[in-house]
Structures are given as structure tokens and as C-alpha cells.
């Protein structure tokens, strides 16, 4: 398998987002990351959908490893930052985040 710079996990329960917001994420993350150029090469982005993250609530949820950042509620238009801001230029969009697994730099 081709090297990742960064893995995307989208929630597409229904615990955290009763209209299951994440569905819609997942299929747009896709588009974004092609528009971005973030498909292949050395800041390619591989995205994942899982059914849980034990959150459970204010989703969507969206997570980026390595980093461990943890987004809520994200809309559509804030997925948009995600990728620009923080999947393409490596800027993590701070107001949004909920929590952090470790204090890995961004870069
Ligand atoms: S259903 Fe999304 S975190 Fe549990």
C-alpha cells in the first residue's frame, strides 16, 4: 500500500448524530480530498468511515491521526476548512476541536 500522511476517521452512527450527518461527510470528504490534490502523493490522506468512536454525542464526529485531533458538529462547511486548513496547509482549526490524543506537532 501506497504511504499516508494522514488518516481521516468519520463517524456514520447514529448516537452522536441522530440524522447521521457523517454519511453525508464521508461521501463529501471524498470530493474534497480529490479537489485538494490530497489523493496521492506525499501528503496523501486515507479516509475511513467507522459506526462508533464512543463519543456519542455532538457529532459529527471527525478525527485526524496522527496528529489525534478530534472535531464535533461538523458540517459540511466546516469539513471544508478541515481539509483545506488542516489536511492541505496544516493549520488545526483550534475552534473546533474537542479533544486531542497527544500533542503532536502539525507541519
Ligand atoms: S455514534 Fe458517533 S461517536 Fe458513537
Redesign the pocket.
Known amino acids: 500500500m501506497e504511504p499516508y500522511r494522514r488518516h481521516v476517521l468519520v463517524?456514520t452512527?447514529?448516537?452522536?448524530?441522530p440524522e447521521r450527518g457523517g454519511r453525508a461527510l464521508y461521501s463529501l470528504l471524498a470530493k474534497l480530498l480529490e479537489r485538494e490534490d490530497l489523493l496521492f502523493g506525499p501528503d496523501r490522506v486515507k479516509r475511513g468511515e467507522t459506526p462508533?468512536?464512543?463519543?456519542?454525542a455532538g457529532?459529527p464526529?471527525v478525527v485526524v491521526y496522527p496528529e489525534g485531533v478530534w472535531y464535533a458538529h461538523v458540517t459540511p462547511t466546516l469539513l471544508e476548512r478541515i481539509v483545506v486548513e488542516h489536511l492541505r496547509d496544516g493549520r488545526v482549526v483550534e475552534e473546533a476541536v474537542f479533544h486531542r490524543l497527544s500533542d503532536h506537532d502539525v507541519t
Open positions: 463517524c452512527g447514529g448516537f452522536c448524530s462508533c468512536l464512543g463519543v456519542c457529532g464526529i
